[in-house]
């Protein structure tokens, strides 16, 4: 059975003080892990992972306040999901955490 997180932050690349982008995401939405792929659905549009090759949890580029999910996709460089309920609290408080181990229990790819 899929499992959706919602009010999911996401960002294509790290962050960095060179992009000028004032917030720590570029969209803001919904993870779905379906087996052993996942797939991000926003505004901005859909993110679809059919394999994973590594997943990591940490800081990332210029965000020194909140953890992020790092997901290197089989065919591609990681892109970085944390939870922003709450306005960022909920991430804060765990629910990163728990993204991340969800995301981890997704089989990973021989490749990569």
């Known amino acids: 059975m899929p499992q959706r997180f919602d009010s999911i ?4 690349a790290e962050n960095t003080w060179a992009d000028f982008q004032i917030l720590a995401y570029r969209d803001i939405g919904s993870l779905t ?3 052993a792929s996942i797939s991000f659905a926003g505004p901005k549009g859909t993110v679809q992972i059919p394999q994973i090759a590594d997943v990591r949890y940490g800081k990332q580029g ?3 306040i909140n953890n992020w999910v790092w997901v290197k996709p089989v065919d591609g460089d990681y892109i970085f ?3 922003g309920g709450w306005r960022g609290w909920r991430g804060i408080f765990g629910g990163t955490r728990k993204l991340f181990r969800a995301v981890s229990a997704v089989p990973r790819s021989g490749a990569g």
Not at 9 to 12: D, E, G, K, S
Request: no cysteine; aromatic share 30%.
């Open 9 to 12: 932050w996401y960002l294509p």
């Open 33 to 35: 892990i379906d087996g």
């Open 62 to 64: 210029r965000d020194f």
């Open 81 to 83: 999901f944390a939870d």
